[in-house]
């Protein structure tokens, strides 16, 4: 059965959850918008579906003024691809979803609806998160990783950078990096300005930008003179956004979808945890040493 069906709806395997879903609702009952269609599905998306939701997500409205064969191509995908996408999406096809396109005033009150913090139980945030932390750390890829592990190790000076929302994360950060290794910068600091603390970059640094919250245009203006330094840049970003990556070396995605009004950041909390352990134990026996230097001071100062 599942290979007969396949062909008509989507992947057998693990979308069969989702297929449930769309037949539970049905396509007609569907009151979601594309962008919250493409957010929920997001993480179930083969590679060459996810390049095609990133331009969507970016420029919801080529899906009004556009051609599925031109938008396939603009992603650099097949016109089966596209297909196969707006039908994961639960809709019968293409112009289906032209025609819906529902991004209007009901399809806002639909998501204020879904995040009513006020109807919101334990166990359903417990779940999100758990399912964020889950996601995040299953879509890594090792290779990925361990180059960012490796970036970070030999950087001369190692830059935290994190702009409104992300602050607090690139805070938090910082204080685990400096644990294990010298000479950890953050942007912004308070008091300061950022071209000033900013001019000390070099080619021989790497630089740790968030941008798992809102957007920035400092982070932008930062990551693009960080580049254009020749800087190593790794990027961490929200999975669930096809957001750009401001040409960074390595980008590493966190998911932060929640059922309240505020996105998650336990992902995020989690990614950096582990980098900072595998940091460590990249850097080894002088990490060590760091680390018992740090706790002879607060001995000796009786902290």
């Excluded at 019968?92 to 913090?117: E, N, V, Y």
Aim: charged share 25%; aromatic share 6%.
């Amino acid at each position: 059965m599942c290979g007969i069906i396949a062909p008509l709806l989507l992947p057998c395997g693990r979308n069969t959850g989702f297929v449930s879903k769309m037949k539970r609702n049905g396509a007609d009952a569907d009151t979601r918008s594309l962008g919250q269609r493409l957010l929920e599905g997001y993480d179930d998306m083969p590679r060459a579906e996810r390049r095609l939701a990133d331009l969507l997500l970016e420029n919801g409205g080529a899906l009004r003024y556009e051609s599925a064969t031109a938008l396939a191509r603009r992603a650099g995908v097949s016109k089966a691809t596209a297909a196969r996408l707006f039908q994961r999406l639960g809709y019968l096809g293409f112009k289906d979803a032209q025609r819906q396109r529902d991004d209007g005033p009901a399809a806002a009150a639909a998501i204020t609806r879904q995040r009513d913090s006020s109807h919101i139980k334990l166990s359903e945030h417990l779940d999100s998160e758990v399912r964020n932390v889950v996601k995040t750390l299953e879509l890594q890829r090792s290779d990925e990783l361990s180059r960012a592990i490796r970036m970070l190790a030999r950087a001369e000076k190692l830059w935290v950078v994190g702009f409104g929302d992300d602050y607090p994360l690139a805070h938090f950060a910082r204080a685990q990096f400096i644990k294990i290794r010298g000479d950890v910068r953050m942007i912004p600091i308070g008091g300061f300005s950022v071209p000033e603390e900013f001019a000390s970059i070099s080619s021989s640094d790497t630089m740790l930008a968030f941008n798992v919250g809102r957007r920035s245009g400092a982070l932008a203006n930062v990551v693009r003179s960080s580049i254009e330094a020749s800087a190593s840049v790794i990027f961490v970003t929200d999975t669930l956004t096809g957001r750009e990556t401001l040409g960074a070396d390595v980008v590493l995605r966190c998911r932060s979808l929640g059922p309240t009004l505020f996105p998650s950041s336990t992902s995020a909390v989690s990614l950096v945890s582990f980098i900072c352990a595998s940091l460590a134990s990249h850097i080894g026996y002088a990490a060590l040493e760091r680390m018992k230097a740090i706790e002879e001071i607060h001995t000796a100062w009786q902290e």
